[in-house]
């Protein structure tokens, strides 16, 4: 099993839906998560961190089961300029910093 | 306020030939760490680079050295180089035990 696992997609969905994805990871003693965005052929930015008791940004929610060892980022009222790839982060903990990434899922908004 | 930046943005060079990347952090930034990322996967960790010291490496070969100076910029070097190192090379700078990267726009290295 891969330590992080996302769904390629590509998520093909118009504009105004609501839009889900999920990243699953291993490694129980991870603490710290992330999810980025990345243009075509451009770097990853930050997107936002993910906290235990979940966050929101905007459109944008981040959500952490650990039971389940997934994070979530569901986006709301999607726009044309939301499509990307979306990446999530995983951080081990016990002092290691060895982020790991998974490979991205794709978001096509069409109008 | 500059963000990262990576000298050059493109490369070609041929099997077992040495390459040096370039990166300057973000300015307030003193950890710089560095990726690989293949076609159509997420990047991969390489190592980072505290103090002028290699603080945490991934899974990579010691073909992959670097190198971080007294002003935080850091080089990637790589030796030997085969055509599986064709790839984007992200480089991305945070501050000291905080997580939260910004990464340059990348050096794409083609190895023919």
């Known amino acids: 099993r891969k330590e992080v696992e996302q769904d390629p997609g590509p998520f093909n969905v118009p504009e105004g839906a609501t839009v889900a994805f999920n990243c699953t990871y291993s490694?129980?003693?991870?603490?710290?998560f992330f999810w980025y965005r990345q243009d075509c052929r451009k770097e990853p930015k930050l997107l936002m961190s993910v906290y235990s008791s979940g966050n929101e940004d905007g459109r944008f929610t981040a959500q952490l089961n650990r039971a389940s060892q997934y994070i979530s980022l569901l986006i709301r009222d999607s726009k044309l300029s939301d499509s990307a790839t979306y990446l999530c982060?995983?951080?081990?903990?016990?002092?290691?910093?060895?982020?790991?990434f998974g490979r991205g899922t794709s978001l096509i908004v069409h109008p | 306020d500059a963000g990262v930046t990576q000298s050059p943005t493109h490369l070609i060079k041929t099997r077992g030939q040495q390459v040096t990347l370039r990166c300057s952090p973000k300015?307030?930034?003193?950890?710089v760490s560095w990726y690989q990322q293949a076609l159509g996967q997420g990047p991969q960790f390489i190592f980072q680079y505290y103090e002028e010291e290699e603080r945490q490496r991934g899974n990579f070969p010691d073909r992959f050295s670097g190198h971080q100076f007294p002003n935080y910029s850091s080089e990637l070097n790589v030796n030997a180089l085969l055509l599986g190192d064709s790839a984007l090379y992200l480089c991305?700078?945070?501050?000291?035990?905080?997580?939260?990267?910004?990464f340059g726009p990348g050096t794409r290295l083609t190895v023919t």
């Open positions: 982060v995983v951080l081990a903990s016990g002092g290691s910093y060895i982020p790991t």
């Open positions: 991305a700078s945070s501050r000291d035990r905080t997580y939260e990267q910004y």
């Open positions: 490694n129980s003693a991870s603490q710290s």
């Open positions: 300015s307030g930034h003193d950890t």
